[in-house]
């Protein structure tokens, strides 16, 4: 795919042209208020000691929005001391699939909290948090689920899920609750600048990889490649919808919650990526007011180079 977006020199000063809702903070804080009050403890079960030697693991549940009980695993190095955590968020059709995938943390010695991600988790890795919401119609997938109301709209339940994970793994033992990441590619990437947003007083890095959820009212009338592909099709058809769409969507533009970031932030970008199109990462990186850096791929697509991984380690080794 060659290069289809703005020219890099104008990736760098472009800024989203989508209005942030009024009182977007008082919005979102209510959201959390409700979802906090519904609540329960995390329930912590030992799994794997017969598989993964002395990688100590846990089958997580805590709660998210609406109080619903949303899976996780905890993963640490064998060592009792009090360890920096990364909470980590997975890809669009993804679920937490088994610990084997997140290995690598541990290895290196930080303790590592799986958000699973409700409703998906059948498309490339397994899940097992449903979404019991019922929203009205929507096309195939969930960018369109509940999005006539930023209330009832699913990335509404699914941000707040990510800001309450960060909560339930500082609230873990062996977790130092002062050294807390978070971490994400693509819709992982989007959660993780929300987490941060919302989080603020949490949250010391943030590692966004070609992030998704970000600039959508751009994305969705750039590029034709799903996810975003799935929002532009639903309004095809459902025009009478449009106004309250992209209203919705105000709400959940990691972009605009960016804005909020207080950590120190790792950002990632495939200038030939037609699912979460250059301009709309950037759209995000420069509204981040903390200390930031991107990592600029100008021949990849929506895959980070794997040496990029040895970058993230460095990173988190540098400020957590």
């Excluded at 329960?40 to 794997?48: D, S």
């Excluded at 989007?190 to 989080?199: C, P, Q, Y």
């Amino acid at each position: 795919m060659p290069w289809f977006d703005l020219p890099e020199a104008d990736l760098a000063t472009y800024r989203t042209t989508t209005e942030e809702p009024e009182a977007l903070d008082t919005w979102w804080q209510s959201r959390l208020t409700e979802a906090r009050t519904a609540a329960e403890p995390p329930t912590v079960t030992p799994y794997g000691t017969d598989t993964y030697g002395p990688l100590r693991i846990w089958d997580v549940e805590f709660s998210g929005a609406n109080g619903d009980r949303i899976r996780a695993w905890y993963l640490r190095p064998p060592t009792t001391d009090d360890l920096p955590t990364v909470v980590t968020y997975i890809g669009y059709g993804g679920g937490r699939s088994v610990p084997a995938d997140h290995t690598l943390l541990p290895s290196a010695g930080y303790a590592v909290f799986v958000m699973d991600t409700r409703g998906q988790g059948g498309r490339w890795a397994t899940g097992q948090t449903p979404d019991r919401a019922d929203a009205g119609p929507e096309f195939p997938g969930v960018m369109t689920r509940g999005i006539t109301s930023p209330e009832t709209y699913y990335y509404t339940r699914l941000m707040t899920d990510a800001a309450l994970a960060v909560e339930a793994a500082a609230s873990l033992d062996g977790v130092d609750p002062t050294r807390l990441a978070v971490s994400g590619a693509s819709q992982g990437g989007g959660l993780a600048l929300a987490a941060a947003a919302l989080t603020t007083d949490a949250v010391r890095v943030c590692h966004a990889d070609v992030p998704f959820l970000c600039d959508f009212q751009r994305a969705i009338t750039l590029t034709a490649a799903e996810p975003y592909a799935e929002i532009s099709a639903f309004l095809a058809h459902q025009t009478n919808l449009i106004p309250q769409a992209l209203d919705t969507l105000r709400y959940v533009d990691a972009a605009l919650l960016s804005r909020r970031i207080t950590a120190t932030s790792l950002l990632s970008v495939g200038l030939m990526d037609e699912v979460c199109p250059p301009s709309t990462v950037y759209a995000a990186y420069n509204e981040i007011k903390a200390p930031k850096s991107i990592e600029v791929f100008p021949f990849s697509g929506h895959q980070t180079p794997r040496n990029h991984e040895e970058t993230k380690l460095r990173h988190l080794h540098e400020h957590l």
